[in-house]
């Protein structure tokens, strides 16, 4: 079955700390990858996405990630974080059916 | 000028009652979406539109019935409304339909409470 997996469910870090929120896909799904955002009561903003092309990419905010096909993964990390980056991440794929499949979002909590 | 947007942003009911959600995108684009956010934050698909024609349509309740009246408009529909469908809604919109990685645009959400 296709699904995306978000290892962490929260990652609670200091202010200036850098992140790395982790995020696997299964093969069978296809390698169109992105990271969205959802900030208190809000809807999801699009972060970044991978769609071909060179395997790093920046995103807005600060954002990056990188996409490693050997180990189905799309890791999004940031290398100092500020408060105002507090949210949940949601990472998704685009599966063979047209529908664009989320992970279980990771809560990102950030500490002055 | 909003992208995506959804009314009402919260809607309390009592069970057994029909509600309605609207949605309305002015990107011109030709897909819209609606998502259902459970209480664990899981996000998952229930239907999507492409110029009107439904493309998508996950395993949800006949309770739920989309309407799009032109392909800027897609409403959910909910009969007989139960606990169980407490949730937040998202409406959503893209410009393509298919695994393009076309990027989704969404709505800030309907917050469901059923009583």
């Known amino acids: 079955a296709q699904s995306v997996t978000q290892l962490d469910s929260q990652v609670p870090v200091f202010e200036e700390a850098p992140v790395e929120l982790r995020c696997n896909y299964s093969?069978?799904?296809?390698?169109?990858l992105f990271w969205y955002v959802q900030y208190p009561n809000q809807g999801l903003q699009l972060l970044l996405k991978?769609?071909?092309?060179?395997?790093l990419v920046k995103g807005i905010n600060g954002f990056e990630a990188e996409f490693n096909k050997s180990q189905t993964s799309f890791h999004l990390r940031k290398p100092s974080v500020h408060i105002s980056d507090t949210a949940e991440y949601f990472c998704?794929?685009?599966?063979?059916?047209?529908?664009?499949?989320f992970g279980t979002g990771t809560r990102l909590q950030v500490f002055p | 000028d909003t992208a995506v947007s959804q009314t009402p942003k919260y809607l309390v009911t009592q069970m057994g009652n029909d509600k309605s959600i609207k949605c309305e995108q002015n990107?011109?684009?030709?897909?819209m979406y609606w998502y259902k956010q459970d209480s664990k934050k899981f996000l998952k698909i229930m239907f999507s539109?492409?110029?009107?024609?439904?493309?998508i349509n996950e395993t949800v309740p006949n309770r739920f019935s989309p309407k799009s009246p032109d392909k800027a408009h897609l409403n959910l529909h909910i009969n007989s409304l139960e606990l169980g469908d407490s949730a937040v809604y998202f409406c959503?919109?893209?410009?393509?339909?298919?695994?393009?990685?076309?990027?989704?645009?969404f709505g800030p959400g309907t917050r469901l409470t059923v009583l």
């Open positions: 959503a919109s893209s410009q393509d339909r298919g695994p393009t990685g076309d990027t989704q645009y």
């Open positions: 093969s069978s799904v296809s390698v169109y």
């Open positions: 991978y769609l071909s092309g060179s395997t």
């Open positions: 998704a794929a685009v599966g063979n059916t047209d529908k664009l499949i």
């Open positions: 990107l011109g684009h030709d897909t």
């Open positions: 539109y492409n110029n009107k024609e439904l493309i």
